[in-house]
Structure formats: C-alpha cells, structure tokens
C-alpha cells in the first residue's frame, strides 16, 4: 500500500523553535518528526511513500533522497522507496492528489506530517477494509473538544455529521475528534472540482458524510500536533518517557479502570437523565493525570436502568456525551465507555425482557475488563480497577487487575489502596507504580 505524507505546511507558530527549516523536519529527540513517521511506517511494511512538499521543500529532499541512503541522525539506512511532488504553486492540501492521480490506483494512507504519531497501521488498514467506505479518518479524544472540529458518528463509526469548530454542536456531544491520519480510496479523487486550490476535509472528505462513504478509526494511540512551543515541549517530554512508542497498539496497554456512579460522578441511586449527572469534585483533574500519565482511561459501569426499561440506549448515550463534554472543558477524555445493560431478575413492569439475563458482564462479573483488554490490548495485571463498592473490587481481582477502593471509611473488599475521593487514589496509585 501506498502512504501519501502531507510535507508542505508551514508552521509558523512553532517558528520560535525552528527558525529554518521545514516544520516536518524539526528534530524531536534529536531526530526530524518525519524521519521518526518514516521508521514507524517501514517497520510495519510500508515502505513505498510519496512526499508533497513545498515550503523549504528542498531541504527534506536533500535529507532523504529515494530513500535508498542512510540517516545522518542515526547512521541507519532509511530502507524505503520515496517519491516526491513538490508545489511550485499554493494547491490547497489535497490539490496534489489530483496531480498523483495516475499513481494512487489501490486504497491509500494519507498523512499529515505536522503531527508527531506511533500507530498500528496495518490494524488501522484492516478497519478501513472491513467498513468498506470511501474514507476511513483516525480520530480520538483530544484535550481542547470545545474548540475542535467533531465528529458525530453512529454505532458503526460511520461519519452522519462533520462539525468544523465554528459550527453549532449539540449541548453535550462525544469527544471525538480528527487527528489527519486517513486511509483513502482513490474513488474519491473521481470527483470534479475546478478550484485551484483543493482542500481535503472541506471540498472532499466532509461531503461523504451522511452518505456512509465516510467511517472513523477510533484509537488511544498518540497522535499530537505540536504547532506551539508549548506542544513541542510536551511531545519531547512523551518521547523521553517511552509514552509515544507504548501507546502504539501493537504493544501492551496498561489501564485505569474507573466505575461511573459514585466514582465518576455523584451517586443518585439510579441515574436517568442527563440533568442529574454531576461530576464529583476534583475528577477532572485525576482523569487528566491519568490521561498525561500513559494510562488509558476506561469506564466500566453496571447499567440495570436500560433492562428496567427506565433508560433507552440513546438516554445512556446522551448521559455519557454529558460526561464527555464536562471532563473536555477542562482537558480530561475517557479512552473508552462500557456499560452493562443486563439485570438477571424478570418479571417487572415495562422491563426489556431480552435484557433480562444472567450476563457474564455485570459486575462483580469480570466480562467487561476481559472484553476492553481484548479491544485495546490490555495487560490487565498492569492495570487497576476502582470503584465505590464492593462488586468493583471483586470485579478488578477476578479479571487480575490491582484495585483501589473509593470510600471515606475504613472498609476492606480486598482493594490494594483506599482513598477518599479519585484525585487521592490516583496520587497514592503514581506513588506506589
Ligand atoms: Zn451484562
């Protein structure tokens, strides 16, 4: 398969880092963001690339050539056949493509080079396939939502609609945003436009929504931008701490698994409506140490409410949106939501009877912890469980995961750590990790 890198920006708010030369080829660890994408596709078999360049072009020429040398920064070959198209003049980001039409004959990657990622392709590739749309865009949380582009997708992954920050979103959406890793069809470039300048997400991507030509990717994985100084620094500091190369799927994830009622937000016996989900306080904060920490956060809560018949699947959703929008004001993102629907007991009134089972899922059953560890790769016995109650215990230890009670008295379940809110159990957790 072909990859396609976006080379050409310019990048001018992180100028006061890298003054000269083209933003793909500041150094982060000593070696160029580009060069670190390069090793990260070859090492997983894509080794055939088309570079559009344009902006101090020459200078990523110059470094790279075919392909065929070796790396001044590391002495290693680059071992990877590479083509170049350089803009004489501004095309938009996708106006290349139309001039690559005749090469880009099979599905394609698409990336753009101004952000730094360690990803599993393939699996990536593999999705796309399996959607079988014309698009597939890699999106994930990120820590500004409010003023992101989102994405508002079905149960699928098939895009229904595409909001640009400026647009007017619902009261409380999910925190799902792109992160410009896409796998293409050349289909796409079929369609006539007669601007000179092309952009991608405006002219091509954002029309196939609602059509569902156009799915997301979701995935932990760390894609950042760094277009400020701000961001650079912190790219640095993940590279250093081993963060980006971890969170590649490929290899094993460790996770914080976060019950929901009386853990996330406050307890009110059951919890129907949106109005009545509050945060607890100070678990924006933990969640975001969490999320800076390498871990991924994931919720696992028993919901009997849906087989009561007392909350439809839609009414839990738009309860988790809330919960999604109110951590994103404040820079905190979940990596993953599962919910229980099932109660074993029958025989009440306006129940769902199909709901109406003895699961393997509802806690102190261990299914949704082994059902998350198959979807993200996770080794639970590097991972914790906490909750407000016993069933969140018994929950963490039979799935083999280490678990931390959330309770303001003496109480003792099994649970490794006890703390008396989220934010101090997770301070103890970092302690002792
Ligand atoms: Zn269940």
Not at 136 to 143: A, G, I
Not at 220 to 232: F, I
Not at 275 to 281: A, G, I, R, Y
Not at 316 to 332: D, Q
């Amino acid at each position: 398969m072909k990859t396609v890198i976006m080379a050409g920006g310019k990048g001018t708010r992180i100028s006061s880092v890298a003054r000269d030369i083209p933003k793909p080829m500041i150094p982060v660890e000593g070696i160029p963001i580009l060069e670190r994408e390069i090793e990260c596709l070859r090492n997983q078999g894509f080794n055939d690339i088309i570079i559009t360049v344009s902006h101090l072009g020459e200078m990523i020429i110059d470094y790279f050539g075919d392909g065929s040398g070796v790396s001044p920064a590391t002495g290693k070959p680059y071992n990877v056949h590479i083509e170049y198209f350089f803009e004489e003049k501004p095309l938009g980001n996708a106006g290349a493509l139309f001039h690559l039409k005749e090469k880009l004959t099979e599905d394609f990657l698409l990336l753009n080079a101004d952000a730094i990622f360690d990803v599993d392709f393939n699996r990536f590739v593999q999705f796309h396939k399996k959607c079988a749309g014309l698009a597939t865009l890699f999106v994930h949380p990120n820590s500004h939502p409010y003023d992101s582009g989102l994405l508002i997708v079905d149960k699928e992954g098939s895009v229904e609609k595409w909001l640009t920050k400026e647009e007017q979103r619902p009261t409380y959406y999910r925190n799902l945003v792109n992160a410009g890793l896409h796998v293409l069809s050349p289909e796409i470039l079929d369609k006539k436009i007669d601007t000179e300048k092309i952009d991608l997400d405006r002219q091509l991507l954002k029309p196939l929504a609602g059509q569902g030509k156009l799915f997301t990717y979701e995935s932990p994985e760390y894609v950042k931008d760094m277009g400020t100084p701000e961001r650079y620094e912190r790219v640095c500091e993940d590279f250093r701490k081993g963060i980006v190369r971890e969170k590649n799927l490929q290899n094993k994830q460790k996770a914080i698994f976060l019950d929901r009622d009386g853990t996330i937000n406050k307890y009110v016996g059951f919890l129907r409506k949106p109005e009545d989900f509050e945060l607890l306080s100070g678990v924006e904060e933990a969640i975001k140490k969490i999320n800076d920490s390498g871990y991924l956060v994931i919720v696992i809560t028993n919901q009997p409410v849906v087989a009561r018949g007392e909350v439809t699947i839609e009414q839990l959703t738009e309860i988790h949106n809330k919960m999604e929008t109110l951590l994103g004001y404040k820079g905190a993102y979940v990596d993953g939501i599962l919910y229980c629907p099932h109660h074993p007991h029958k025989g009440f009134k306006g129940e769902v009877e199909a709901l109406k089972i003895a699961c393997d899922c509802r806690k102190p059953k261990p299914g949704m912890l082994f059902r998350a560890a198959e979807k993200f790769n996770i080794d639970l016995t590097e991972s914790w469980m906490i909750g407000d109650s016993k069933i969140d215990i018994e929950a963490g230890i039979f799935s083999g995961c280490r678990t931390a009670l959330i309770s303001e008295n003496e109480k003792n379940f099994g649970q490794i750590i006890r703390g008396m809110d989220l934010l101090s159990v997770i301070d103890k957790i970092y302690g002792i990790s």
